[in-house]
RNA sequence: GCCCGGGUGGCGGAAUUGGCAGACGCACAGGACUUAAAAUCCUGUGAGGGUUUCCCUCGUGAGGGUUCGAGUCCCUCCCCGGGCACCA
């Protein structure tokens, strides 16, 4: 008797047999439905964690369930091989970053195999291959063409950890995403994508984005943080120059301005600095304040502080002379870098007015008080305007759209719009990474490479040593020709940051093959958009506001016809233990190999996806494991039982309700309404709930088999064939080795998801649940399709409901048809 | 401060539309099998109470509201997680 669950020979099994026949390599296919499932690419670190495997078990148990329904599935894998790991270990161990990576990507991919995940290894892609970091290069050309790539100098995010630049996506709360270091300011020249060139368009898409999580939209909005107000001119009153430009979002407040306040590094302030008749003052505070780091100076704490620059501007609507500041608390990259102070209606404005004693002029009142006699502190809210002419007496919303036409026809103002997002700095002094195509000639300048001339290779070294940016020390690499003068230049030394080569990845899995173009139309247009793709939250505003910007860059360099390339977004939670994150610092990590060693890949997979909605974060179980185990264990018992005791006659495969006795109409009832649940929650990505419709399944079997009267046997092979289709995406290798068990030929992976029938997952008789004045008090059985005035007598005529209307008058019957009966007395 | 989530037994979590709160799993308790244990199987398991095959009361963060009926809808508040933040 082969009563034994052998997990590790089952799996063995069907993953050689799923790798001969190569099963899951996609086919372009015009006549069929595609469904493309996207997980976020690994980044090849050594071994498969724990959250890889709940990210990829979701994703396959996707590709697995709209395969079985008939859907031309693409299910790609690759490595987002580029990155300072990999130089770091080089660093460390001596060896080259790229053999690093290659070993590490062999072992993973490994894994992928063991867990059973179902990708089209054919399409495998990985960053770091010239094949694929040539169009890398590509883009950067094509946007340095059109003007979207450029250098600036200018303080950048410097990481000292790290080495390099770091985006402000990369900085958090003041720290680099990476591991945490203090990020401090540099002046460097550096490469940037005008990902701001598509603020606008990145805001408006997300409305259209249905199916991503309200979350990831809201964080997105946040980022790109659009501002709507003006913007207005105040002249110098006793110097030179063009007036100061500032923006406002509050131009109802600005009868209110009493002071001008100026960022440390604003232009204007540097010519007053080199003015010799300027104080010492100004200059030491504003060496002070650009020598504090930005994190020390933005701190919610840091008390507000400025410095008079001795000059004055004219406030355009009052005319007034007012004084001109230096503050610490107003930012050169926000706006203009210039703010009119309005300490009335602006808290910031109030605390620095207190602080220097400034004057406070109240010019907006609340709606529905007088005006107080002074001020505590400001008034922030819209209200009504007083003590500003002519606008008096306006609301603060219709004095907003009077004032920009009146700034307007006046010449020294209008309506503005002001942006948080700032252009991707994309410059990484680092050798691990895609090599910018740029040749710098000291005639020319800056040239791009020629297209033709791609890919610029990444020189092999064979070790990298710290401090120093590695490409500028391979003579080979660094010294070249200039493409337009061939006089001697050399090429740019910076590499890309990585995330640029992550932000087109998915678009290469569609054709990874053709080397004209970075993609091949075609399979764009049939694979795309991309139907399911699954990560975590943390990219919410790093990975997926690049791609979104490429793939409007990819669309306006005419390589394909739509905007936003993820119709359904879904971000999986963490796997906690105890209530907090793994880490290898903390040592609380569960090794996935070991876990499949003990339990096998089936009990891992089935276990990671019930233990919690898919959405949220999980807390690793041992025993919830064991339970998942457990239930594998027990249906094994029950099929081998099964088969063991059915006669070989007894095979026919179809059961009509008919024949059937009562009891074996409720199995098949309960069967076809499990097949209606899981493919309900697998479509809404409920998996947790999937398996625990299959669990109670398992459930009603046993109850069934366990019976004295015969149970069916044609019954009960046909609930265990459709308990192992249900059950393939969760544990597919059991699934097979069931499927098999119980006779059939065919491979289970793509024989066809089962289809509940209505009328056989229909109850034969209705509980009526009687409730009186709202309460439940008794519950009666019923034939279906039982009329409401039936559902009335049969209610008011009920024993137990009797003893809680009598003597009582009836007030009012509800009936809901089929399922209740309220009577209120 | 602003913007998103969320708060249900001892625990993870169920409850597409307002209609039996607690599915499924874990843990725990009792029992069966066993020399014993493991494994397995059966039974019970929100709280309190009663006249204990059964029945009652309370119960989904707090308070109020809408409704015949609210975990679900509305208002106010509290707590937890996440994002943004001297952003003008």
């Given at each position: ?64 369930f709209?395969?079985m329904q008939g ?539 019930f233990?919690?909605p ?17 239930f594998?264990?027990r249906l094994?018992?029950l099929l081998?039982?099964i088969?063991?005791?059915m006669?070989?006659?007894a095979t026919a495969s179809s059961v009509s309700r008919e024949e059937l006795s009562e009891p074996g109409r409720a199995l098949q009832r309960k069967l076809h309404q499990t097949i209606q649940k899981v493919t309900n929650d697998l479509e809404r990505i409920r998996q947790n709930t999937a398996i625990a419709a299959i669990m109670e399944l398992l459930n009603s079997i046993y109850e069934y088999a366990d019976r004295e009267d015969q149970p069916d046997p044609a019954m009960l092979k046909e609930v265990l064939k459709t308990t192992a289709l249900l059950l393939s995406p969760f ?11 119980l ?8 024989a066809p998801w089962p289809v509940f029938d209505p009328e056989l997952a229909r109850e034969e008789e209705v509980k009526i649940i009687i409730q009186v004045n709202g309460k439940v008090r008794s519950r009666v059985s019923a034939l279906p399709g039982i009329s409401e005035e039936e559902m009335q007598t049969l209610a008011l005529d009920d024993q137990k409901t009797k003893a809680y209307i009598e003597?009582k008058t009836i007030r009012k019957i509800i009936v809901v048809p089929q399922k209740l009966v309220n009577i209120v007395v």
């Amino acid at each position: 008797m082969n009563e034994r669950y052998d997990f590790q020979a089952i799996e063995m099994k069907w993953q050689q047999r799923w790798a001969q026949a190569q099963e899951f390599a996609a086919r372009e296919d015009s006549t069929l439905p595609k469904y493309y499932v996207l997980e976020m690419l690994p980044y090849p670190s050594g071994a498969l964690h724990i959250g890889h495997v709940r990210n990829y078990s979701l994703g396959d148990s996707i590709a697995r369930f709209k395969r079985m329904q008939g859907f031309n599935v693409l299910h790609p894998i690759g490595w987002d091989a580029f990155g300072l790991p990999a130089e770091n270990a080089a660093i460390k161990n001596e060896i080259p970053p790229e053999r690093w990576t290659m070993d590490n990507i062999a072992i993973m991919r490994k894994q992928c195999l063991q867990m059973g995940w179902t990708y089209d290894w054919e399409r495998e892609i990985a960053t770091c291959r010239p094949e694929y970091y040539r169009w890398t290069q590509w883009f950067f050309l094509q946007m340095y063409k059109q003007g979207l790539a450029y250098q600036r100098k200018g303080t950048v995010n410097w990481c000292e950890q790290c080495q390099t630049v770091l985006a402000n996506e990369q900085v958090v709360e003041g720290c680099c995403w990476r591991d945490g270091t203090l990020v401090i300011e540099k002046e460097l020249e550096q490469w940037c994508f005008r990902i701001t060139e598509y603020n606008e368009q990145l805001l408006q898409d997300l409305d259209q984005l249905e199916d991503w999580p309200e979350k990831v939209k809201s964080m997105q909005r946040n980022w790109i943080g659009k501002s709507v107000g003006a913007q207005v001119t105040f002249p110098l009153a006793d110097t030179q120059g063009d007036g100061l430009d500032i923006f406002t979002t509050r131009l109802d407040t600005i009868y209110g301005a009493t002071f001008v306040v100026l960022a440390p590094e604003h232009e204007l302030v540097r010519g007053w600095m080199d003015d010799t008749q300027s104080s010492e003052e100004l200059s030491r505070f504003v060496k002070a304040i650009r020598r504090q780091g930005k994190a020390l100076r933005t701190a919610e704490e840091t008390e507000k502080k400025g410095v008079f620059t001795g000059h004055y501007a004219i406030n355009p609507f009052t005319r007034e002379r007012i004084p001109i500041w230096i503050a610490n608390f107003v930012l050169m990259e926000y706006g203009t870098g210039a703010i009119m102070a309005v300490p009335a209606h602006d808290e910031r404005d109030f605390d620095f007015a207190k602080n220097y004693d400034l004057s406070i002029r109240q010019v907006i009142q609340s709606q529905d008080q007088d005006a107080g006699p002074d001020l505590e502190q400001a008034f922030v809210d819209d209200g009504v305007l007083v003590n500003s002419e002519s606008f008096s007496g306006l609301s603060s919303e219709v004095a907003q759209k009077k004032m920009v036409e009146y700034a307007q026809a006046q010449g020294f103002g209008e309506a503005a719009v002001s942006y948080r997002l700032r252009d991707w700095s994309i410059s990484r002094q680092r050798y691990w990474g895609t090599p910018i195509p740029i040749v710098h000639c000291q005639k020319c300048g800056a040239v791009p490479v020629p297209e033709e001339d791609l890919p610029v290779k990444l020189p092999k070294v064979e070790t990298i040593q710290l401090g120093q940016s590695p490409l500028a020390t391979i003579p080979e690499f660094l010294n070249t020709s200039c493409p337009k003068c061939q006089g001697k230049a050399q090429r740019e030394t910076d590499t890309m940051d990585t995330f640029v080569d992550s932000s087109w990845y998915f678009y290469r899995y569609t054709d990874p093959q053709i080397d004209s173009a970075p993609v091949r139309d075609e399979a764009v247009r049939y694979w795309f958009p991309v139907d399911i793709y699954i990560g975590g939250v943390e990219h919410a505003i790093l990975h997926l506001i690049y791609m979104r910007f490429f793939t409007k860059l990819m669309r306006d360099l005419g390589l394909t016809g739509f905007g936003e390339p993820v119709k359904r977004l879904f971000t999986q939670g963490m796997v906690l233990q105890e209530g907090m994150a793994m880490s290898k610092s903390r040592g609380n990590t569960v090794s996935p190999e070991s876990v499949v060693r003990e339990y096998g890949t089936d009990a891992l997979r089935l276990f990671i996806q019930f233990a919690a909605p898919p959405e949220r974060d999980l807390d690793w179980s041992d025993q919830g494991l064991e339970g998942c185990s457990r239930f594998l264990k027990r249906l094994w018992r029950l099929l081998h039982r099964i088969v063991e005791e059915m006669s070989p006659d007894a095979t026919a495969s179809s059961v009509s309700r008919e024949e059937l006795s009562e009891p074996g109409r409720a199995l098949q009832r309960k069967l076809h309404q499990t097949i209606q649940k899981v493919t309900n929650d697998l479509e809404r990505i409920r998996q947790n709930t999937a398996i625990a419709a299959i669990m109670e399944l398992l459930n009603s079997i046993y109850e069934y088999a366990d019976r004295e009267d015969q149970p069916d046997p044609a019954m009960l092979k046909e609930v265990l064939k459709t308990t192992a289709l249900l059950l393939s995406p969760f544990a597919p290798h059991f699934a097979e080795e069931m499927w098999e068990t119980l006779g059939q030929a065919e491979r289970l992976t793509f024989a066809p998801w089962p289809v509940f029938d209505p009328e056989l997952a229909r109850e034969e008789e209705v509980k009526i649940i009687i409730q009186v004045n709202g309460k439940v008090r008794s519950r009666v059985s019923a034939l279906p399709g039982i009329s409401e005035e039936e559902m009335q007598t049969l209610a008011l005529d009920d024993q137990k409901t009797k003893a809680y209307i009598e003597g009582k008058t009836i007030r009012k019957i509800i009936v809901v048809p089929q399922k209740l009966v309220n009577i209120v007395v």
